[in-house]
């Protein structure tokens, strides 16, 4: 199943399933509260999803994030109970595309579980572009903090994720919003990471909204339920408040980036709850 917004086809790829821990994932939310939404195992970890978002249009074939891809160490694969192997390549060739068809990599933020599948690492070491006729499209000021070498970010953004893009010249730096191709817009927040970016995708009164790690998921459509990895978490309150409620009142598809059970969803605003999902697809 497809979601058709003007010109452009959309279909979820699978970039790994994942556990969480709960506590990260809430921040400041009793786990009393966030439980009764999402049921933790022994380990307080919750289950997430990559939902990496395929986007086509005729002339571009556009991937939004990339999944954590296979380079995590055996530490990372325990803790996070990684899948093996390459889920997103398998997605892609499950749905008839090569590695060599995308053209743009859209990178909403450079934290492992959305970069990593952006490079691969050869039998000899080298490691390389997974898309290598692709840009590799990243705001600047996230570009900026990723690689500062600040000792408090190391676990936050893995170099060997990065380095490649720079290295090979895929690398596309921007600054500020933009209509990067005709109908899809990227649009900073700050908020998660401070060049953190949203994909819109929009023709007339369609549109499809990937707000990334804004709102990972259905169960944080409240403005308040937060990630402990924000790094500034009254932005990401602000900013979440006002892309939730412009989809909800033009019926926008929000399509979540790492929900276990939805890949898409319209909402409504509600008197108690704030927002509320009125359909759901568990693919797109």
């Known amino acids: 199943m497809t979601l058709e917004i003007g010109p452009w086809r959309l279909e979820s790829v699978h970039g790994g399933r ?23 195992d022994e380990k307080n970890r919750i289950p997430s999803r990559c939902h990496c978002l395929l986007a086509q249009d005729g002339t571009h074939t556009v991937l939004i ?36 068809q995308i053209t743009h990599v859209v990178l909403t933020h450079l934290h492992f579980d959305h970069a990593g599948g952006g490079t691969l690492r050869r039998e000899d ?7 290598p006729k692709a840009r590799y499209v990243v705001q600047k000021a ?14 936050a953004y893995p170099q060997e994720n990065l380095t490649p893009l720079e290295q090979h010249g895929v690398l596309e730096l921007i600054d500020g919003p933009l209509e990067y191709l005709p109908g899809l817009w990227l649009f900073p927040t700050g908020g998660h990471t401070q060049g953190h970016q949203l994909v819109l995708i929009s023709s007339g009164d369609q549109g499809a909204l990937y707000p990334a790690d804004i709102c990972p998921s259905s169960a944080h459509l409240p403005t308040m339920w937060c990630m402990a990895f924000d790094t500034e978490v009254v932005v990401t309150r602000r900013v979440k408040h006002h892309w939730l409620t412009l989809a909800a009142q033009r019926g926008w598809w929000v399509i979540w980036d790492h929900d276990p059970q939805q890949a898409a969803a319209r909402i409504r605003t509600d008197a108690k709850s704030e927002f509320v999902v009125t359909e759901h697809r568990s693919e797109v």
């Open 125 to 131: 070491g080298s490691l390389v572009p997974t898309f």
């Open 65 to 100: 994030d990339t999944g954590y891809g296979p380079k995590c160490s055996p530490r990372m694969k325990e803790l996070f109970s990684l899948e093996e192997g390459n889920p997103l390549l398998e997605s892609l060739s499950q749905k008839g595309v090569e590695p060599e």
């Open 18 to 40: 994942f556990w969480s821990d709960g506590g990260a994932m809430f921040g400041v939310v009793p786990r009393a509260l966030w439980s009764r939404r999402v049921q933790p």
């Open 142 to 155: 996230e570009w900026q903090v990723a690689t500062s070498g600040a000792p408090e970010l190391a676990g």
